[in-house]
């Protein structure tokens, strides 16, 4: 523009209109160059474009509001999230928990070559992104003490579907016996993924403690194809499942053990019970809690159940000249055989959450780890002896947990978890939202990141807010 052309200050001050951007920022066509094609193609208006759709299937969002530009838009979403009161200090836990991730682990899965990865379907993967892989199946069958891993699915729920899929295809039963302390968000997840298939479900008895071992010895019968097992369960109870295994395998069914992978540091493997397929959610291990995700899903077998895994697994192998490289070894999804005989349809892939749970165990190291596991241990078990201290207020005592328990409360758990977020705190999770008679019950968590002063003070906000 020359100096000619440019407005004067007096054409400037008669506008009408007090406009600070575009209306239109992101799409470059003007309202003329709209009408000149509309022209162009014999149409009246852009509602001309879909006159062919029937009314009542015209997707109500044509109604959109008028478009803002990416400085109103940031200024919008940043009000939104102000609204959050994100100076909470969490003691929530069921499943997903509010562990520190390591600057370098975000600094290492940052790097380009890593997030802009296409997923590694293809066998002409990038040798980094396969070795990377292969490393975190090696990590995450030393942290199971089993023989094979896939390289990840979408998240720890669809993981145990897959894996009671894989145990009907290996037994070619129909029936699933699924413990009660299961996490409610499993279950739901598996009967609503098999809704439309005739399988039976049946559980045993909801308890805060440790699973029910007359009831499963009541469930247990020769079409049973599997048994799924949750250890902690979602009460933060410890279990030593290794005589329901050797039960459910004396009637030829299969063991599906959920883990919370952090607390295999600690406690002994599901391995080492004798579990058959190991499944589990990998945010614990380096993924910030996201308001729902991404996640990490994990699964390791047995050997001779290998090819019957959904998902891929990366191998080692040597090329041409002899030198060591990895590769796509296994992928038997619909992508790459006939539909009906693949392992699964929905294994999406989660890679890049995968390379970066494997950098943080590689971050953290063996001895690392199972120092992460104890102080988890050990500041949960302080959070529940100053907790019981409190009157009126019952710490379940009748199993060991890792850093998550359940406590009775003397007033609804929703009203305690709203007065204790005046309170800056994160109360815990009332388990009264998936179990009917609970109303009164909070399952509390407790994380490496909680200091001393932070549980005491929890403590004592929680003792003015149920005292009568």
Known sequence: MTAGNRPTSSSLASS??????????????????????LRSIGAKSIDDLFVDIKPEHAP???????????????????????????ELVPFIGGGFYDHYVPA??????????????????????????????FEFQSMICTLTEMDVANASVYEGGTALYEAMMMAIRITNRTRIVIDGGVSPIYRKLIKSYTHNLHFEFVETPVAHGQSDRAAFEKLLDQNTAAVILQNPNFFGAVDDHSDIIAKAHAIGALVVESVYPLSLGLLKTPGAMGADIVTGEGQSLGLPLSFGGPYLGFMATRRKYMRQMPGRIVGETVDGEGRRCFVNTLQAREQHIRREKATSNICTNVALCAIQAGIFMALVGKEGFKNLARLNFDKAEFARQEIAKIKGVEVKRSSPTFN???????????????????????????????????????LVAVTEKRTKDEILAYAAALKEVVKP
């Open 404 to 442: 998550e328990f359940t406590v009775s409360l003397p007033k609804d758990a929703s009203d305690v978890v709203e007065a204790m977020i005046a309170k800056g705190f994160a109360a815990g999770f009332p388990l009264g939202r998936y179990y009917q008679g609970m109303e009164k019950y909070l």
């Open 104 to 133: 370098a682990s975000s600094a290492l899965i940052s790097r380009g070559e890593f997030y802009t990865a296409y997923t590694p379907y293809q066998p002409e993967a990038a040798q980094g992104t396969l070795q990377a892989l």
């Open 60 to 86: 109500r969002s044509f109604n959109l509001p008028a478009g803002l530009s990416e400085y109103e838009v940031m200024r919008k979403l940043t009000g939104l999230a102000l609204k959050n009161s994100n």
């Open 16 to 37: 009408k209109t007090f406009q600070e951007f575009p209306l239109n920022p992101y799409i470059a066509n003007t309202e003329t160059d709209v009408k000149d094609m």
